[in-house]
DNA sequence: TTCTAATTGTGTTCTTTTGACCCATTTTTT
DNA sequence: AAAAAATGGGTCAAAAGAACACAATTAGAA
């Protein structure tokens, strides 16, 4: 075993005593986001070992009086100043020497912002977004962590429309079917892809030209401009509601 | 807070000290079983304060040693002597004060096991089957954890057709729709579901005499005997690994 | 101005899947 | 032998999915 439990030891050093060998918690974010091109999730600098320059989800132990949730929340907050407007539990991450130090077990969680840049918070030296095909090695088992985060993230897309979390208020077609191929890791034609997201009956027409958009960006290419939509959150959430009940096999 | 945390006590009562507050760790099993009829959840009945003598989903606390699904497996032989041929964590559940002596964060299994009684174990004085719809008010948050792993089940069966661990070898084509139609909690038409589930190709015809097979029991009633079928598990495994990474929208 | 390349919007056709339903077959009871 | 209960096989139309053709718009080059 790697992780140490001290017996008998007592004082300010280790003051918290229990009578079962207890286990510390964490929680961690997986932060997606998506500038009209790439999926994006957000990583931290460690200042500190183990792992010390090492890029990380950003996390951090829960509180006593916390849920998981509460502590993802929070540490997301102080770490890089972002408030998730979808946060999801998909595991738990419970090998007994992922941390080199004791014994931690912890709860990530995927959360969907819309892309902002980030400056690090109190405790993370620097916060950067990487598009999630050129993340470079990360601390403790945070790689595996963020491969299950995106088999999840797939998954939840099966049943809601979560990607509109990911976008901003205004966004074109294109852009969100290449963040669908993203997400789903697959092509879908054009057409038919544009045709069944109208039929879903989620997207308001918004016209051609954009108006405060920081994705939607006309790049110096000769093409048409493309149409520009928003989302119903009324139908949205019914349709989410409905996933619920009217399962198929 | 409702969970005690001892400071600077040492000594024999409570030997495990750190330096931050920790949790115990405890991993639950909601065990599926399906006897042709029904579907069905393994309860114990508790032998200790706190919520003696009420029913609860069999678990405890995870070993140092141990993953939390390590932790489940054993857990579940040494109460109730099952081994589950498919074990899915789905949640973490980690109110502060879901048990009322200390702070405990449980990870949940969804185990699905072929269908067999079961004697109480070591730990439990007490272990039956209950219809998952008939299950009386639980200890804890119990009743919370098996209501989301009805949930989890039902996506789970959406993306591969776990509900053959949960039938004998041998099984006829209305026991299959029962239980989907019990886990996802709708109906289908009985000629449609045969065509769909047929048109998978993980179904093998064995006949319509059903050999040695505790779920196939003829009732007393006159109709015609149903085909046995049994499950390729070779096709089976190959539509999981697709379900992976043929996604759709 | 005109032409070209890039990209988006709309429509068509064919195939597959789904939903609803009829009727024949088998088996036990009367 | 007839009736009742349950299964099996099949049809038909509607809906959904896959593949593909072509017109429209825009920026830059000729």
New interface residues.
């Given amino acids: ?1 790697a ?1 140490s ?7 300010e ?13 964490t929680a961690d974010c997986v932060v997606f986001s998506y500038d009209g091109k790439d999926l994006l999730v957000l990583l931290i600098k460690r200042g500190q070992e183990p792992f010390k320059d090492r890029w990380a989800l950003p996390g951090g ?9 509460q502590g993802a929340r929070r540490e997301l907050l102080e770490e890089t100043g972002l408030e998730a407007s979808h946060l999801e ?1 998909f ?2 991450f ?3 020497d992922r941390d080199p130090r ?2 931690v ?1 912890t ?1 990530p969680f995927i959360a969907l912002v819309n892309h902002k840049s980030v400056a690090g918070g109190d405790d993370a030296a620097e916060a950067r977004w990487f598009p999630v095909d050129k993340v470079p090695p990360l601390a403790f088992d945070h790689d595996q962590i963020l491969s299950e985060a995106r ?1 999840a993230l ?2 939840s ?3 809601s429309p979560v990607s509109f979390t990911l976008l901003p208020p205004q966004f074109t077609m294109p852009q969100l079917q290449r963040l ?1 191929e993203i997400i ?3 092509k ?1 034609d054009r057409r038919n892809f544009a045709r ?1 997201m109208n039929s879903l009956g989620v997207l308001d027409f918004q016209g051609i030209e954009s108006v405060g958009n920081d994705v939607v960006e006309r790049k110096d290419v000769p093409s048409r401009k493309p149409s520009i939509f928003s989302f119903n959150r009324v139908k949205w959430s019914r349709m989410k509601d409905e996933s ?6």
Same sequence: chains 1, 2.
Avoid at 17 to 24: E, F, G, S
Avoid at 61 to 69: I, K, L
Avoid at 244 to 249: A, G, L, R
């Fill in positions: 075993m992780h439990v001290f017996k008998y030891r007592t004082g050093a280790y003051p918290y005593c229990y009578k079962y060998p207890q286990v510390a918690l132990f829960v509180n006593p009086d916390e849920t998981a949730e539990q595991k738990v419970s090998t007994p004791q014994r077990v709860v088999t797939r998954r897309l099966y049943f669908y789903l890791g697959r879908f069944k619920d009940t009217n399962f198929e096999f």
